[in-house]
Nanobody
Framework: QGQLAESGGGSVQAGGSLRLSCAASGFRVNPNCLAWFRQAPGKEREVVARIYIGGEGATYYGDSVKVRFTISQDKAKNTVTLQLSSLKPEDTAIYYC??????????????WGQGTQVNVSS
């Protein structure tokens, strides 16, 4: 059974940076599509960034994080990293790593990490 384990997160002041990592393990075949989502209190979960593991590593970013966040891969370690820069208080949320062997083609995402809290103070 595939598992995703997040690390990183924490508290930072506005304008600061954080680095989140997601390690995939236990998959018979490592999923090619991984992503970071986030959920703020009282809001729906939203996609932050997606990456295709393989080739040139095509990426997608949500409008609210473009330019400020960067998603990258380490194929050898089966990890995906999210670099958060120029953080704003509205970035405060629980950040979740997700994986989908079908590359988001289905109605649901089959694999989720446990989540890691990011707090940004003004």
């Amino acid at each position: 059974q595939g598992q995703l384990a997040e690390s990183g997160g924490g508290s930072v002041q506005a304008g600061g940076s954080l680095r989140l990592s997601c390690a995939a393990s236990g998959f018979r075949v490592n999923p090619n599509c991984l992503a970071w989502f986030r959920q703020a209190p009282g809001k729906e979960r939203e996609v932050v960034a997606r990456i295709y593991i393989g080739g040139e590593g095509a990426t997608y970013y949500g409008d609210s994080v473009k330019v400020r966040f960067t998603i990258s891969q380490d194929k050898a370690k089966n990890t995906v990293t999210l670099q958060l820069s120029s953080l704003k208080p509205e970035d405060t949320a629980i950040y979740y790593c997700a994986a989908d062997p079908r590359c988001w083609a289905g109605a649901t995402v089959p694999y989720w990490g446990q989540g890691t809290q990011v707090n940004v103070s003004s």
